[in-house]
């Protein structure tokens, strides 16, 4: 049989190889959850705000919820299970409106033609986690 140390830190290093990839895998399904959610919210009524002629698109309330979240990391000690959701939440959010105002669009049916678009770039940002991930497991 084989050194039990070195097995011991064999199996320690697959569990943390488990737990990352649980969290990316979650991580993602909040993200493409959140952009399901926004656009089916979005396509009934229109949760933006107007606040002196300035319309709050919900970009803005994920770039609130991400810089809050990051701040809130920063100076949290312990556990983290509260920020996965909340970023994945907010970054949802973001790239479900990036296109729309990327493309400068107006109105409920121009918005829901940027469906295919937001979904292209949501598989690409999966794709991009997925590669770092792989990238960083195999050093």
Do not use: W
């Amino acid at each position: 049989m084989g050194n039990p140390k070195n097995f011991k830190m064999k199996c320690i290093n697959e569990i943390k190889k488990f737990e990352v990839r649980h969290k990316i895998i979650f991580f993602l399904i909040v993200m493409g959850l959140t952009i399901l959610i926004s656009r089916f919210l979005t396509s009934i009524l229109d949760p933006n705000i107007i606040i002196k002629n300035f319309e709050v698109h919900h970009f803005y309330y994920g770039l609130i919820l991400l810089i809050i979240t990051s701040l809130m990391m920063l100076y949290k000690k312990g556990n983290f299970k509260i920020f996965l959701p909340l970023t994945a939440i907010s970054i949802g959010l973001i790239i479900d409106e990036l296109i729309f105002i990327g493309t400068k669009t107006r109105g409920q049916i121009q918005y829901n033609t940027t469906f295919t678009s937001t979904i292209i770039l949501a598989i690409i940002i999966m794709l991009i986690i997925e590669v770092i991930y792989y990238y960083k497991s195999k050093k």
